[in-house]
């Protein structure tokens, strides 16, 4: 029997994840920056990232479903497609957008080259957020077999070692030529990369598809074969519109009642730390605020490693601790080191070198926390899901966790970050009282 390691089928299934997040996570920390350079304004960032986190709270469960009754590999390719399409638009509007003169943020907000660029940003995003429940909660299951949950569990690190690693490379390499180079330069890298990678990627998910002898070509689920509940019946009745918000409805209905509910909240509740967390606002906020990019890229490549970190520690852990007290310290330990990065804020002395650095270096430290517990939860919502549904329950999980992000990207838009880091101080005291007490004894239970 060929170990999970030198199963052909996985090994290229890791290569396309390589190909594919390397560009995604390159691209992830280069349009923050760019629009960054535009305007001394948070807004712009956050208008995009309040776009994209709307498009998948509406649009993950229609396409979840629509995943869920499609063949995997004509799906996830064209969905690779479109996401390349939408990089390359929106890196042709923020180049244009640099060789344009530049106007006040609630000027560029108005500009036809930024409606196209949130536009296209919300679609990338919403296709990057399908491909990526795909693989990690549907295909990773089928080729390393959910009846092994050893070799599963070795090949979900795998996969999260990649995608941290990639995060690494990109926002470090953006980060280097952004220091060297003029941005409409490093974006014509970008683009380059982009195109190169697509084809790259097809056929790796081609060799993936023909190396498991062709188990992932099979639709996931038949209406024909496959009894539907009476709102599926309903779903498929009505005008497109009717149809559409049924789908929504059913996605959200179905994720409440998934029998691993309470692992899936305590998750969601870690993307309240937007604003501490390294992304594309934090990515924009810092280079406000005179930070090198060099420096900032250094910063999200350092967090990334924490993840791949995590996933060593968090098998550690389970081991000496068990599920529910790795957990718990994992959370635990984010708020904790995120209360004082909260502080150092509220000092008001980052215009300061060693307060910024220490403000990043307590957001770097809090990324093992929350890396051990996404490592710890995720195998947990895998198995615990109907194989039929995981792409609905999964897309609208994400749809849970991007609405949680727009809460706290309207907050630091409409009221400044200092509002927002003490609304996160009193999620702290809820998530430090409520989750290793109650949400995780049902997470075993």
């Not at 569990?153 to 070692?161: I, T």
């Not at 984010?334 to 990043?360: D, E, K, R, T």
């Amino acid at each position: 029997m060929v170990s999970w390691i030198g199963d052909p089928s996985l090994l290229a299934l890791y290569a396309s994840s390589l190909a594919g997040n390397l560009v995604e996570q390159l691209w992830n920390f280069a349009w923050p920056s760019s629009i960054a350079l535009l305007h001394p304004s948070l807004l712009p960032v956050a208008v995009m990232g309040f776009f994209s986190k709307l498009a998948i709270i509406i649009g993950g469960p229609l396409l979840g479903k629509l995943m869920d009754f499609s063949p995997r590999v004509p799906a996830y390719m064209g969905l690779n497609v479109v996401q390349a399409a939408a990089q390359l638009l929106s890196a042709t509007m923020i180049i244009h957008a640099h060789t344009v003169s530049s106007t006040s943020a609630p000027a560029i907000l108005f500009r036809p080259w930024f409606i196209v660029l949130v536009l296209a940003g919300a679609i990338e995003r919403l296709c990057g957020v399908a491909t990526g429940v795909a693989v990690e909660r549907d295909w990773v299951i089928l080729l390393a077999g959910m009846k092994w949950p050893i070799a599963l569990a070795q090949a979900n690190a795998v996969l999260n070692r990649i995608d941290l690693l990639c995060e690494i490379a990109g926002a470090s390499v953006f980060g280097f030529l952004l220091s060297k180079y003029e941005p409409v330069t490093c974006l014509k890298y970008a683009a380059a990369s982009m195109i190169w990678s697509l084809p790259v990627m097809i056929g790796l998910t081609w060799l993936t598809n023909k190396l498991a002898t062709g188990v992932l070509d099979r639709p996931k689920s038949c209406q024909t074969s496959c009894g539907e509940s009476p709102e599926e019946a309903v779903v498929e009745a009505g005008s497109i519109v009717d149809r559409g918000l049924e789908t929504i409805k059913l996605g959200w209905k179905e994720y409440m009642q998934q029998p691993v509910l309470p692992a899936s909240l305590a998750y969601v509740l870690l993307f309240f730390n937007v604003a501490l967390a390294p992304s594309s606002l934090m990515t924009a906020f810092l280079t406000q605020h005179g930070v090198n990019p060099s420096i900032i890229g250094v910063f999200s490549g350092l967090c990334a490693f924490m993840g791949v970190a995590a996933t060593f520690l968090s098998a550690t852990l389970v081991k000496q601790l068990g599920i529910l007290k790795a957990g718990a310290a994992g959370l635990v330990f984010q708020a904790s080191l995120l209360s004082l990065a909260v502080a150092v804020y509220w000092s008001g002395s980052l215009s300061q070198q060693s307060p910024v650095l220490l403000f990043l270096g307590l957001i770097l430290l809090s990324r093992l926390g929350h890396m051990s517990y996404d490592v710890v939860g995720a195998q947990i919502l895998q198995t615990g899901i109907p194989s039929s549904k995981v792409n609905l329950i999964g897309t609208t999980e994400v749809s849970v966790a991007s609405l949680a992000e727009s809460s706290s990207n309207y907050c630091l838009s409409a009221k400044g970050f200092s509002n927002l880091a003490r609304c996160y101080k009193k999620l702290l005291r809820m998530a430090h009282r409520y989750i290793p007490a109650r949400t995780l004894e049902c997470l075993v239970a």
